[in-house]
T-cell receptor
Framework: EADIYQTPRYLVIGTGKKITLECSQTMGHDKMYWYQQDPGMELHLIHYSYGVNSTEKGDLSSESTVSRIRTEHFPLTLESARPSHTSQYLC????????????FGNGTRLTVT | GESVGLHLPTLSVQEGDNSIINCAYSNSASDYFIWYKQESGKGPQFIIDIRSNMDKRQGQRVTVLLNKTVKHLSLQIAATQPGDSAVYFCAESSSSASKIIFGSGTRLSIRP
């Protein structure tokens, strides 16, 4: 049913490794987002994009970076993972205008040892 | 600052009864509100939304009520079923902010 895909679903890596979390959507949505969520807690916006070549930082300070070279693809990269990055990362997309519901992927659960 | 908060972190309901999940928001400029359902191991799933020019909207077994005077939002689930067990988030946004702010979530559990 999901039209927004995140890979991998689970990832366990060692401190200092570089990782990229993938997110793709097939709905042609202009806006895409990355949220960080600890289990059962609220979602914190870390990055978003209005379209190709547009990226913005969200409310939560993050050491990650994003890129938006294609409409359907919005990868998130951590250059050097740390245990404090252990969390769930959720990707979402929406149509314009701004007041539209978000469509979420099922997330990547990241554990940094 | 802006915040969207929930009154109760957990709610236990008898199967078949109606559930009411409440949410308070603080940004008077918010004009769009959404309820999401998040099941274990999944991303949040859109349930229903409402814009500030309305005070009630109904879907299938769900109703959202908006009281702008007291900045309060509620989600009513009729005839609660085991499949309704999840964490429910309210979220709000305003046209000027272009961002959606999520509350901390209410866990709904169903008693058989």
């Amino acid at each position: 049913e999901a039209d927004i895909y995140q890979t991998p679903r689970y990832l366990v890596i060692g401190t200092g490794k570089k990782i990229t979390l993938e997110c793709s959507q097939t709905m042609g949505h202009d806006k895409m987002y990355w949220y960080q969520q600890d289990p059962g807690m609220e979602l914190h916006l870390i990055h978003y994009s209005y379209g190709v070549n547009s990226t913005e930082k969200g409310d939560l300070s993050s050491e990650s970076t994003v890129s938006r070279i294609r409409t359907e693809h919005f990868p998130l990269t951590l250059e050097s993972a740390r245990p404090s990055h252990t969390s769930q990362y959720l990707c979402a997309s929406s149509v314009r205008p701004d007041n539209s519901p978000l469509h979420f992927g099922n997330g990547t659960r990241l554990t940094v040892t | 600052g802006e915040s969207v908060g929930l009154h109760l972190p957990t709610l236990s309901v008898q199967e078949g009864d109606n559930s009411i999940i409440n949410c308070a928001y603080s940004n008077s400029a918010s004009d769009y509100f959404i309820w999401y359902k998040q099941e274990s191991g999944k991303g949040p799933q859109f349930i229903i939304d409402i814009r500030s020019n309305m005070d009630k909207r109904q879907g299938q077994r769900v109703t959202v009520l908006l009281n702008k005077t007291v900045k309060h939002l509620s989600l009513q689930i009729a005839a609660t079923q085991p499949g309704d067990s999840a964490v429910y988030f309210c979220a709000e946004s305003s046209s000027s902010a272009s961002k959606i702010i999520f509350g901390s979530g209410t866990r709904l559990s169903i008693r058989p």
